[in-house]
């Protein structure tokens, strides 16, 4: 019974108290808040969605938001399933740290420690993370999620980058993270660890 129960919850999406277990939506699957290797450290910020879904997604009027107020509104753009896009400060890859992004934006800043909140063009709520001292974000290391299908808002979903990009920085921007994994044991212990906690 606690099997069958398991394999339903790791399935499953979920809204759990701190997060969203989710398999069928735009996540946001990797962020670089402290760069090394860029111009200025603003320059060298970044964000990565990701399109947890089997179509295709226009990102139009979509919005990220910081704990701060700054927000970002996004252009037309049609994500595939499957695909990445990378929101970044600077688009040019000589400072900031050589990565291509699909979308450069302004006024808006990715502290060591907040929140960043996606919302689609009906103002709905898609995903949310709130990270802290106790998640793994780490100077020239992008945070990365393990799993996109696992609870967002949870520092056991995420850890640091292993592969370099670019000028040197530790990063996967618009590719697949370095450290995603998708066995039935590690879904399920994050689930548990997630629920308990």
Known sequence: MILVCLMIF????L?????????????????????????????????????????WINLSDWVLENNYGEEITLATYLLPPGGYYVLGACGDESLNGGY??????????IH???????????????????YNGGWPVQAGFSCERINPGWVSNHPSTWDLA????????????????????????????????????
């Open 112 to 130: 060591e420690s907040g929140s960043i909140v996606l919302f689609n063009s009906a103002r709905l709520l898609v995903d949310e993370i709130e």
């Open 10 to 13: 790791s399935q499953a999406p």
């Open 162 to 197: 292993t592969v370099s990009f670019g000028s040197g920085d530790m990063g996967t921007p618009g590719s697949q993270n370095s450290v995603y994994e998708n066995s039935f044991a590690q879904n399920s212990w994050a689930f548990i660890k997630a629920f308990v906690e």
């Open 15 to 55: 809204n759990l108290d701190g997060g969203i277990l989710s398999s069928n939506s735009i996540v946001i699957n990797e962020f670089m808040s402290h760069p090394n290797s860029s111009c200025t450290e603003a320059d060298g910020e970044w964000i990565e969605l990701f399109n947890n879904t089997n179509d």
């Open 100 to 109: 291509k992004p699909n979308y450069v934006y302004s006024g808006f800043t």
